[in-house]
């Protein structure tokens, strides 16, 4: 990624985080090269928070169970299309006859079990102390909703459900099983079944309350009872590596992959797949869901543009922060990015008549035009996000058409140096 690009995410993301008065926020964006860049803002306590430290990811913690499952499906070890009941003892108040796809696609009529009543006592009497999955399912399931099939109701239960039969199917535990076959594959080494794996536990991210406090014990009994359905931790990088990793086509097949995202109307204005959902923004669409434990997530991958935010918000009671600067950092990517003017050799700051850069890629003829706003000779370079060196030329007028044959695919930074007062100006642009 280069400099430019980092310093002017860096720069507008603490800007809007001021503006929105956050307390705490951890975001990354993974390019389609795979280089990723993040930050943090805020505190935890008094002290500020780093790009290192493990947030709660909360329910995109599903992406990885349902593609857990499709791993399984691809090693013909179980279907889609089979029971719950066929893996799993009979329980009370689970719909046995429901399939597996049902569970992940949250149309089982499984009651979640964090609404029971009995619920929410016990996690706060118990704040340190674990709770077992098999226990959440007998304790806190009341009576499924409706019959399996017949309408769509979001359930953590069903997802604890889709964990159980992972372990009973793979001979592994859950945590072993996402160790192995999810995070070790792909390189996320920041990330963690929360209470199932050993981590630095003080680098586990507490909460902000509402009257200002900061809690830096996070709730054992909260998230063990969550695990399957929203128990992972993350660094904001591995969070964002994760979505771009998963959607980007690295770990399933493109034929699971499919499944996975095949979404349907829910009735609710979202449509849901298998543990994601897919969402229009601004004319475009992503593969998106969210997580709330104490703190609040949000991931979307961008379809069109094959790139990945993740953010993650310490306050309990802004589950809306993240949204918002998911979204402030989608329009930064897909169309706002400022052009941006970088002085050197001790000039001032360029004024309104000065050149700016402009770029026009045209995907009819796989070719892009970068031109200057005044016909003046300039230097004109084209990166790489990672900072490598893609082409370069020098024109009498400003002016360079480049082909697809000569830069590929993918995410770049235009350059032009104005060769008069060395001023430099940039701009991005991607060629599919």
């Known amino acids: 990624m280069s400099a430019y ?19 705490g926020i951890g975001a990354s ?10 930050a943090t803002h805020g505190n935890k306590g008094t002290d500020s928070l780093t790009p290192d430290l493990l947030f709660e990811i909360g329910s995109n913690t599903k992406s990885m169970t349902a593609a857990a499952v499709l ?13 719950i009941g066929m893996y799993l003892p009979p329980i009370k108040n689970m719909p046995g006859n429901a399939t597996i796809r049902q569970v992940l696609a949250h149309t089982s009529g499984m009651a979640t079990f964090e609404l029971h009543p009995d619920f929410y006592p016990f996690v706060n009497q118990n704040w340190t102390s674990r709770i077992d999955p098999d226990s959440v399912l007998y304790k806190y399931l009341d ?33 072993q099983f996402l160790r192995e076959k999810l995070f070790d594959r792909l390189g996320l080494g920041d990330t963690y079944l929360s209470f199932y794996e050993r981590y630095a536990t003080e680098n586990h991210v507490g909460v902000w309350w509402p009257d200002g406090t900061y809690d830096s014990i996070p709730s054992t009994s909260f998230l063990t009872a969550a695990w399957a359905a929203g128990g992972v931790i993350a660094t904001p990088a591995d969070f964002g590596r994760w979505c771009q990793s998963l959607f980007g ?5 493109s034929s699971s992959l499919q499944e996975m ?5 829910t009735g609710t204005g979202w449509n849901y797949g298998l543990g994601v959902m897919k969402r229009s923004y601004k004319g475009r669409d992503y593969y998106s869901h969210g997580g709330t434990t104490l703190q609040h997530s949000a991931m979307e991958y961008s379809i069109e543009s094959d790139f990945s935010v993740a953010v993650i918000g310490i306050e309990t009671d802004k589950a809306g ?12 990517m897909e169309s706002e990015l400022p052009n941006v003017p970088v002085t050197f050799l001790g000039e001032d700051e360029l004024t309104d008549s000065q050149l700016t850069l402009n770029v026009y890629p045209n995907p009819a003829v796989d070719q892009v035009t970068i ?37 590929g695919s993918g995410m770049f930074i235009a350059r032009v140096i104005n060769p008069e007062n060395g001023q430099v100006f940039h701009n991005r642009f991607l060629f599919k």
Do not use: C
């Open 249 to 253: 086509g690295q770990l399933l097949k």
């Open 261 to 265: 995202t095949d979404t349907k109307p």
């Open 71 to 83: 791993l399984l499906v691809e090693e013909g070890k179980l279907s889609l299309e089979d029971s």
């Open 321 to 332: 922060q993240p949204v918002q600067m998911a979204n402030f950092l989608i329009d930064l």
């Open 5 to 23: 690009l980092a310093d002017t995410l860096d720069a507008l993301f603490h800007q809007r985080a001021d503006l929105l008065k956050m307390k």
């Open 143 to 175: 009576v499924p909703n409706f019959k399996p099939g017949a309408k769509w109701a979001y359930s953590n239960s069903g997802y604890t459900a889709a964990g159980l039969i992972i372990e009973k199917v793979s001979g592994m535990s859950y945590q």
């Open 29 to 38: 964006v993974v390019f389609p090269d795979g280089s990723v860049w993040t």
């Open 371 to 407: 031109e200057t706003s005044q016909e003046r000779a300039a230097q004109i370079s084209v990166y790489s996000t990672s900072g490598e060196l893609i082409y370069e030329t020098y024109s009498d007028f400003g002016r360079a058409v480049l082909l697809r044959e000569e830069l």
